[in-house]
């Protein structure tokens, strides 16, 4: 498995290999490449897709100090694996978190943008309650660990329909959090918390965009997702019915079908 060293933290990343155009995907908070997997399945041979697990994320190092950690460090994670790759220039997503990060990397990293894929994620920066919410769950991980986060967030990201008709979506996520380590999620708290609100860039955005959200989404909505879209010249919009918040897991099919379509306009 290939890894590189960010900031002096060991990064592991995902690498499906071939000559097909790079797809960078940035996962979600607090899950890790991994989740990526039935995108990289259908993409295969077509796409050369790269998966980075985030500091402290699934097979990656802690974060050396998570209380500097930042969107921007996160991006910085992205175009290191691109370097190692021999890759300039990509189709660069993510999901929720990772989408905040997709947008800091098209903030650092404009030129090396081909397409952005934005998924179940939103260009607002957190409310003050929001960021008191973050701060207290920092604490309480120093106090007593992940365990009742991870037990919050596996049974709250998901829609109704898709815990009755997908049940092991919930046991999906609550194995990729269980690879996350107390610095990874204190550091990545912290990233979300201090990111930089991005609404007045969607203008400026000047490659094709594909914005999904799941049309339950709890976390970051569908009036989110529309913010996006609106704000974005030309973005198209999809939305997936019954879909909750994790919805390249929860609507594999309907997700990378998008996806891929997408791709192939863009290609
Ligand atoms: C995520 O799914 O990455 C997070 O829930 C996003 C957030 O907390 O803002």
């Given at each position: 498995m290939?890894?590189l060293?960010?900031?002096?933290v060991?990064?592991h990343f995902?690498?499906?290999?071939?000559?097909?155009?790079?797809?960078?995907?940035?996962?979600?908070f607090?899950?890790s490449?991994e989740?990526?997997?039935?995108q990289v399945?259908?993409l295969?041979?077509r796409?050369?897709?790269?998966?980075?697990?985030?500091?402290?994320f699934?097979r990656?190092?802690?974060p050396?100090?998570?209380l500097?950690s930042?969107?921007e460090?996160?991006a910085?994670?992205g175009?290191?694996?691109?370097?190692?790759?021999?890759?300039?220039?990509a189709?660069v997503?993510?999901?929720?978190?990772?989408?905040?990060?997709t947008l800091?990397f098209?903030?650092?990293f404009?030129?090396?943008?081909?397409?952005?894929v934005?998924?179940?994620?939103k260009a607002?920066?957190d409310?003050?309650?929001?960021?008191a919410?973050?701060?207290?769950q920092?604490?309480?991980?120093?106090?007593?660990?992940?365990?009742?986060?991870?037990a919050?967030?596996?049974e709250?990201?998901?829609?109704?329909?898709?815990?009755?008709?997908?049940p092991?979506?919930?046991?999906?996520?609550?194995?990729?959090?269980?690879t996350?380590?107390?610095?990874?999620?204190i550091?990545?708290?912290?990233?979300m918390?201090r990111?930089?609100?991005?609404l007045a860039?969607?203008?400026?955005?000047a490659?094709p965009?594909?914005?999904?959200?799941?049309?339950e989404?709890?976390?970051?909505?569908p009036?989110?997702a529309?913010?996006?879209a609106t704000?974005?010249?030309g973005?198209?919009l999809?939305e997936?019915?019954?879909?909750g918040?994790?919805?390249?897991?929860?609507?594999p099919?309907?997700?990378?079908?998008?996806?891929?379509?997408?791709?192939?306009d863009?290609?």
């Amino acid at each position: 498995m290939p890894t590189l060293t960010v900031d002096g933290v060991r990064v592991h990343f995902g690498d499906t290999g071939g000559s097909g155009p790079a797809v960078l995907l940035f996962h979600a908070f607090p899950l890790s490449g991994e989740m990526w997997r039935p995108q990289v399945a259908g993409l295969r041979g077509r796409y050369r897709v790269l998966t980075p697990d985030l500091p402290g994320f699934g097979r990656s190092e802690p974060p050396r100090d998570p209380l500097a950690s930042t969107v921007e460090g996160f991006a910085r994670v992205g175009a290191a694996v691109l370097d190692a790759c021999g890759v300039e220039r990509a189709i660069v997503g993510g999901l929720s978190m990772g989408g905040y990060v997709t947008l800091a990397f098209a903030r650092h990293f404009g030129p090396r943008v081909r397409a952005l894929v934005l998924a179940d994620t939103k260009a607002e920066g957190d409310a003050p309650a929001l960021r008191a919410r973050r701060e207290e769950q920092q604490a309480r991980i120093r106090a007593e660990g992940t365990g009742f986060l991870f037990a919050q967030m596996s049974e709250g990201l998901e829609s109704a329909a898709t815990l009755a008709h997908r049940p092991g979506v919930r046991w999906e996520l609550r194995r990729l959090m269980d690879t996350s380590s107390h610095a990874g999620v204190i550091g990545a708290l912290e990233a979300m918390k201090r990111r930089p609100d991005a609404l007045a860039e969607l203008p400026t955005v000047a490659v094709p965009t594909l914005v999904l959200v799941g049309s339950e989404d709890p976390v970051t909505t569908p009036a989110m997702a529309r913010t996006l879209a609106t704000g974005i010249p030309g973005a198209k919009l999809v939305e997936i019915p019954g879909a909750g918040h994790v919805t390249n897991l929860s609507a594999p099919g309907v997700f990378t079908a998008a996806l891929s379509s997408f791709l192939w306009d863009v290609r």
